[in-house]
């Protein structure tokens, strides 16, 4: 259960985090009150939303106080994307002259639970038809992410979106809906957030719309309810394993990303489209790979040689099998992913 801070949070905590004069018991006496109205068995406390810089050194203080109150609660922050703007820390929205140095100081002066941003760039950007490089940074933002992870030992979570952002700006479809739960999980997401589930009369195509005071089920809660259905599974499988990297075809249009020829347990593959690649390894040590396809526009046909029979992992059943690529005829088939849909896969 995550819990929000309520309607204290705009009046109290935001001034107060970017207050440079507040001392911890200053901090103290105004968080306490709040912390007495949460539930003992909170899982997480959300405190602040997109922080900068200038606020790291007090959410650090908040932190503490929570984990002295709630020892098995995370203490949550939400950081800006890398479309935040960057720049001196009295001006910019991060406060920092590059994301790297925005996530590293969050890292080392809040000592969080976790690393976890939004990043709303499938949708802004139109499913990347903009004609921008919204694409390039969405994925950048996931490596700059797993980074500053792997350097501080924290893991990841995402937040994505499941709205009409703007009037002008497309709406969910399945496609985005799963291109965003796929590739967050690829890139090893341990949560996925969606923003936001109740359009709050202001975001339309929500989940849940509520603009006439009934909370209605939207064509969104459906899809959502069946991308949902399929990461579950596909989540719980991958949540104890370990994160080895994330491999893409189209690296070369991607600052700082590697190619599949730099994982060794993938003999070769290709596709139609571009794809992603999650590398895993259970507890036995073995290589699991979560294949996703990146293209929000067409299916595409998935050869991958793992140097050995290939098993693929039903969402639906729950378990890993020999993926039925052969009719009664004889005839054959490769794999096939829908636009922005994944599936895992490992050695047989």
Known sequence: MYIFMGDHYNRNLIPLAADKTATEEQIRATLNPLLDAIPEDAAAIY?????????????GTMARCVRERFPDAEPYFNLFPNYAVCGAADISQLGAETYEEYLDAFARIVKPDAISLDNYFTTISMDFTDGGDARQQYFLNL???????????????????????????????FANLAF???????????????????????YLFAPIDDTTGKHIKTDTWYMLREINRRIMPVGNLLFDMEWVDMYFTDYDRIPRAKPISACGAIRSFSSDVPCMIGHFKDTDGEDIFLL???????????????????SVFSH?????????LQNISGAKSPLWLNAGCGIVVKKQ
């Open 316 to 324: 639906n059943e729950g378990g890993f099998a020999k993926p039925l």
């Open 47 to 59: 405190i602040l939303d997109e922080p900068s810089t200038r606020e790291f050194p007090n959410l």
């Open 292 to 310: 996703v396809n990146t293209s929000l526009e067409r299916s595409s046909r998935i050869y991958i040689d793992l140097d050995g029979e290939l």
């Open 143 to 173: 490596i700059q992410a797993r980074e500053c992870c792997k350097k501080y030992g924290l893991p990841f979570q995402h937040i994505v979106n499941c709205n009409q952002l703007r009037p002008h700006l497309v709406p969910p479809s």
């Open 180 to 202: 965003q739960a796929y590739t967050s999980l690829a890139a090893g997401a341990k949560a996925i957030g969606w923003f936001t589930y109740i359009g709050r009369g202001e």
